[in-house]
Structure formats: C-alpha cells, structure tokens
C-alpha cells in the first residue's frame, strides 16, 4: 500500500513578535524553527528535532544559508523513535522570497534527499513529517503548511509555498 501525501495550511501569526517574546533573535532568512514556538511559554520549553544538527550541516555544504534564533544559549534536541520521520520545522521569511526564492528549491530537495537516506531499509509506507513556515512580506503574518507523506513529495511543496507568500 502506498501511502499518499497530506498538506493542510493554517495561519501561524506573526514570527518576530513571537521570537521576541521568548527572548530570541529576530529570525531572517531560512531558519529552523524549534519544537513548541508556537506555543512556549518560556525558551525552557523549546526542543530541536534531533534531525536539526544534520540537516544544518547538510544546508551549509549546500550552500543555503540558516539564520539562528539562539543568543548564547543552546536549544536542546528531542529525539523520538518511530517509524516515520520528524523533521524540524522550516521558517521562510519574507525577505528570502523576495530576494532568493531558489534557495528554496535547493532547500525542499536537500530535506527530501536526507529523508530518502534516512528511510532507507524502512518497508516502501514510510512516512515523513514536515512543517514549513512562510512570512508573507505584506503584513509579516505568516501561514504552516504541514506535510506528512512520502520523502519523494518534500521538492514538490515549492509551488504551495510561493502561494502562501503570494496571498493576500
């Protein structure tokens, strides 16, 4: 059975003000958002995915670029062991679509290659999930796309996420 792909869009508010509220840097370009910032209340109650370290070293070596919302002190990592993949989830502000939207595009298929790598030996209904936050440059709300599905999906998202931004 192969399993389909699952992409909902919800509003997420504004990034700045909520990175402000728990005392991190104002986010810029592509970062790795961790787990709770939405809905923490204090930086103690944040989490990285433990897929974060690689996926950082694996945008460095292909040139995009990730902005950190830490000062000085370190987020820790969560791992869950399962059957499916958790990624981290990925902030796009509006600066970077507007100034280098293919970075997006290197991005979404350096994510699906570690994913595909990551799952291999797993029996063909892998399952990865993915949040990918985008800022829209008019009013800097911003809007999660999530998606849950095949590994092989993740470089398809582009089109969704340029609308995202796109919408008024």
Known sequence: ?????????????KIADRA?????????????????????TDIS????????????????????????????ETIPRIQENASELILPTILVTASL????????SIALNIISSYAVDFLKGFPKDRTVKLNIVVERDRDHESKKLQYEGPPEGIPTLGPAIRKMFDES
């Open 1 to 13: 059975m192969k399993y389909g792909m699952s992409v909902t869009v919800e509003n997420y508010g």
């Open 20 to 40: 402000s509220a728990l005392g991190l840097l104002n986010p810029d370009g592509f970062v790795i958002l961790p787990r709770n910032f939405d809905s923490a």
């Open 45 to 72: 109650e944040l989490f990285y995915e433990d897929s974060t370290v690689t996926l950082r070293k694996l945008f460095r070596a292909g040139g995009v670029a990730e902005s950190p919302l830490e000062k000085a």
């Open 97 to 104: 679509i507007s100034e280098n939207s293919a970075l997006v």
